[in-house]
């Protein structure tokens, strides 16, 4: 009994064994990833040497870094099979951008290339093709999209925006543009890719690339004023609240009902916030019978605080970025009208699909754009495709402590200049934003980098 209790253990065990060989192991890979210039930069024969490449993986956030050789070439040897996210980025000094090509330039310029949700499976390689970025003296300082916590604190009511004027020189703030954009949502775990606005119905085909060159936004807000009448000085910044009051104290809503927060530590004082925004008149216009149109209970005016102008919120209750880390921001001026420009439905939308209510989102021309940055989801397996192109944000960033988490990302500060600080600015959110463990809109030294 026992010699046959010893074969069938024997018998078994060697057919576990068996098994467990006959199972596939993934295998380390190598990815080489090859650095170039586009068209028009190759002509200046700047060198793609020490460009600094990171690979992040979309599953587990695992990231590896390298520089490229002389050749352009960057190798990651001994890497997991999966999904992965790429970015690039070169930097050059005014001094040696000029010496190199022989073209004036009185600031630092940054070269940057990004690739979103490439399958690697054996050993490879592809090419990343870098695009320089333009960068402007009214940066974006502070961004506190993730607001706090839902029932101790005011939840998304307390998110608001800092500009910075980066610059020696007094900025007028009339007429400047905020805008968030309109992308695609769906998870890279689940294939979603960028939008190809191409595809948008009644797209031109005479109007360069429509994906590259142009943004188009969810929400497009304008600072008003008589042209001077706004300035902001060097090394000082300007608060933009989605609503202007002390969200630590208690307040009525629309409805009448007491707003009350437990814990007031968790969020901010907006009430000296320099703008606010008030989408109510806005709505009421777009109401099918605007005399029973019923405000958004939390979109409340303070007086006391100026509102922007409103130039498109389709049919959202109060400008409200999106916690989860899927958002975007961006500034520009124009002398033009951008209520006059083209708006075009999302690309996905189908001819058959075409109704009276679709939403057209305004398409902004790249070229405008001072600062851009990218939010990304602060957990990489629910990352969504890029946003933004690389020559305005090379790489998005997120909050370490994901929604709700009372955090703001603010700007690395470069260096300091007679009392001026500089903060960086290299087109690539990833390398300039820190977080920050309290959102804060002091303006006062303790709002810069902890």
């Not at 069938?8 to 006959?22: E, W």
């Not at 980025?89 to 022989?102: P, R």
């Not at 939008?195 to 304008?222: C, E, Q």
């Not at 409200?320 to 439905?345: H, Q």
């Amino acid at each position: 009994m026992r010699k046959l209790f010893n074969g069938v253990f024997i018998a078994a065990l060697s057919l576990a064994v068996a098994c467990k060989k006959d199972t596939p192991v993934a295998q380390p890979v190598t990815l080489t990833v090859k650095v170039s210039y586009n068209t028009e930069d190759k002509a200046l024969n700047l060198p793609v040497e020490k460009s600094k490449v990171t690979i992040s993986n979309n599953t587990n956030g695992q990231t590896y870094n390298a520089e490229t050789n002389a050749q352009g070439e960057a190798v990651f040897q001994s890497i997991a099979p999966g999904n992965y996210s790429a970015t690039v980025t070169l930097s050059f000094t005014a001094a040696n951008y000029t010496q190199i090509t022989g073209i004036p330039v009185t600031q630092d310029v940054q070269f940057n290339s990004s690739k979103t949700g490439t399958a690697i499976t054996q050993n490879t390689s592809f090419e990343m093709v870098l695009s320089s970025g333009r960068i402007g003296n009214l940066v974006i300082k502070q961004l506190y999209y993730a607001g706090s916590h839902t029932s101790r604190g005011a939840s998304f009511r307390d998110q608001f925006v800092e500009i910075y004027n980066n610059s020696n020189e007094v900025i007028y703030m009339d007429s400047l543009y905020i805008g968030n954009g309109q992308a695609n949502n769906t998870k890279l775990s689940a294939g979603g890719v960028p939008f190809d606005w191409s595809k948008s119905i009644d797209m031109p085909t005479n109007i360069g690339n429509p994906t590259k060159d142009y943004v188009y936004a969810r929400y497009l807000f304008m600072i008003p004023g008589t042209g001077k009448q706004y300035p902001l000085n060097p090394g000082e910044s300007m608060v933009l609240a989605q609503t202007g009051i002390n969200h630590g104290q208690i307040y009525n809503d629309q409805n009448g009902d007491q707003i009350s927060i437990i814990d007031p530590t968790l969020t901010v004082d907006l009430s000296n916030a320099a703008f606010e925004t008030n989408l109510v008149e806005y709505n009421r216009a777009q109401a099918t019978d605007p005399t029973k149109f019923k405000p958004y209970r939390y979109d409340l005016d303070n007086p006391a605080v100026k509102n922007m102008e409103v130039v498109y919120a389709g049919t959202y209750n109060d400008w409200v970025f999106d916690a989860t880390g899927r958002e975007d921001l961006f500034i520009f001026k124009t002398n033009e009208d951008p209520r006059k420009w083209k708006s075009y439905p999302d690309p996905e939308v189908l001819p058959g699909d075409l109704k009276p209510d679709t939403k057209h989102f305004p398409q902004i021309p790249a070229r405008y754009i001072l600062d851009a940055m990218e939010i990304i989801h602060a957990v990489p397996a629910s990352r969504i495709p890029k946003r933004l192109q690389d020559a305005l944000d090379a790489a998005g960033v997120s909050v370490t402590g994901g929604q709700y988490s009372s955090q703001s990302l603010v700007r690395k500060t470069l260096k300091t200049v007679n009392g001026r600080r500089i903060l960086q600015d290299t087109n690539n959110s990833a390398n300039d934003f820190v977080t920050k463990t309290k959102a804060d809109p002091s303006r006062t030294a303790a709002s810069f980098e902890p």
